[in-house]
């Protein structure tokens, strides 16, 4: 830290939500806070729970304060971190001023949105956030009891890989919003920081077998996504070696490819008349669009709100719904 404060490397950021890439660096931001109001007891939120190392630092007049340590490869502390987001309290009084010092490091990209809130405010957006985790959760487990029912009764196989696959798809999500690391293991921190990657990786196979049972792929298609597969779990194994940036790019590339190649079949075989298939477009193309404009809420293409940021599980939870009106 002695040496951040002197440094002359900080450059001003040119995105609301600055997006620090793939990196084995730690990064630092900086900014200053004043206290306006008399009634407010300030709090800062870091709303990006993949984050593997943050470490924050208050600088008053009066000296420095360590004000948080934690993130995915430390335990939680339940006593300052109170939600799977990163927040916890800003002591800078009525009239006083502070500068605040993040440092961040991770094996995954990393995004930084940054919001100085009051206590009354976080509270009513963890209660809006869990509302809506609620009900996607809710959503999910109904899909999953539903079809797990006809396939007790009618003993048909796609509705046993879709059952697994909308689990995979659920705890995917979740991983993501920081509720696996946050509720589920918050002591394991090796589980923490490779959850993601691998759950997104055993989807997507899922997603695979999904479609051939779904749409009756033919043969020929299927050596090509077989081998998208294997690379896959090659980066997870790579992501599990200690090879964190290759095995991220790597997945983060051949999930892009393995999605428009599953796009580009159900294309082929809705318009050769096949009407599973056309379920099985609309649906996906609801997917991938809630996965592109939360991919452009990161890139600061669009704004990073509510919306933009739960899109994903959003066009996830349309998509299981139309599978299963297809099935």
């Known amino acids: 830290?002695?040496?951040?404060?002197?440094?002359?490397?900080?450059?001003?950021?040119?995105?609301?939500?600055?997006?620090?890439?793939?990196?084995?660096?730690?990064?630092?931001?900086?900014?200053?806070?004043?206290?306006?109001?008399?009634?407010?007891?300030?709090?800062?939120?870091?709303?990006?729970?993949?984050?593997?190392?943050?470490?924050?630092?208050?600088?008053?007049?009066?000296?420095?304060?360590?004000?948080?340590?934690?993130?995915?490869?430390?335990?939680?502390?339940?006593?300052?971190?109170?939600?799977?987001?990163?927040?916890?309290?800003?002591?800078?009084?009525?009239?006083?001023?502070?500068?605040?010092?993040?440092?961040?490091?991770?094996?995954?990209?990393?995004?930084?949105?940054?919001?100085?809130?009051?206590?009354?405010?976080?509270?009513?957006?963890?209660?809006?956030?869990?509302?809506?985790?609620?009900?996607?959760?809710?959503?999910?487990?109904?899909?999953?009891?539903?079809?797990?029912?006809?396939?007790?009764?009618?003993?048909?196989?796609?509705?046993?890989?879709?059952?697994?696959?909308?689990?995979?798809?659920?705890?995917?999500?979740?991983?993501?919003?920081?509720?696996?690391?946050y509720y589920i293991i918050p002591e394991w921190t090796w589980g923490k920081e490779h959850a993601s990657l691998a759950f997104t990786v055993f989807t997507a196979i899922l997603s695979i077998a999904f479609m051939r049972s779904f749409i009756q792929v033919r043969e020929r298609s299927r050596p090509i996504v077989n081998a998208i597969a294997g690379l896959m779990l090659v980066g997870v194994l790579l992501d599990m070696l200690g090879m964190r940036i290759l095995a991220y790019g790597m997945v983060q590339a051949l999930s892009f490819i393995l999605a428009i190649y599953l796009l580009s079949l159900s294309v082929i075989y809705t318009r050769r008349r096949i009407r599973s298939a056309l379920f099985f477009l609309i649906s996906w193309s609801v997917f991938l669009t809630g996965i592109m404009i939360f991919v452009a809420k990161d890139w600061g293409l669009v704004p990073y709100n509510d919306l933009t940021k739960y899109m994903m599980s959003i066009g996830s939870s349309i998509e299981v719904v139309l599978l299963s009106f297809g099935l």
Do not use: C
């Not at 993949?50 to 007049?61: H, K, M």
């Not at 001023?97 to 440092?103: S, W």
């Not at 006809?150 to 509705?159: N, T």
């Open 1 to 181: 830290l002695k040496e951040v404060q002197h440094s002359t490397a900080f450059v001003k950021s040119r995105s609301e939500v600055p997006n620090l890439g793939l990196s084995k660096s730690a990064h630092w931001a900086r900014f200053t806070v004043f206290n306006a109001d008399p009634a407010a007891e300030m709090m800062l939120l870091v709303g990006f729970p993949e984050i593997e190392e943050l470490d924050v630092y208050l600088e008053q007049p009066s000296g420095i304060i360590p004000i948080f340590s934690g993130g995915q490869s430390r335990p939680t502390n339940f006593g300052i971190q109170r939600s799977p987001n990163f927040q916890f309290d800003l002591p800078v009084p009525f009239g006083g001023v502070g500068t605040v010092y993040l440092r961040m490091k991770g094996g995954k990209q990393l995004q930084l949105p940054v919001f100085v809130t009051t206590r009354a405010a976080t509270i009513k957006s963890d209660m809006d956030r869990n509302i809506f985790i609620g009900g996607y959760i809710g959503i999910m487990v109904v899909m999953i009891l539903y079809n797990l029912f006809i396939y007790l009764s009618i003993r048909e196989k796609s509705y046993a890989i879709y059952v697994v696959y909308i689990a995979f798809v659920m705890i995917t999500q979740l991983s993501f919003a920081g509720w696996v690391g």
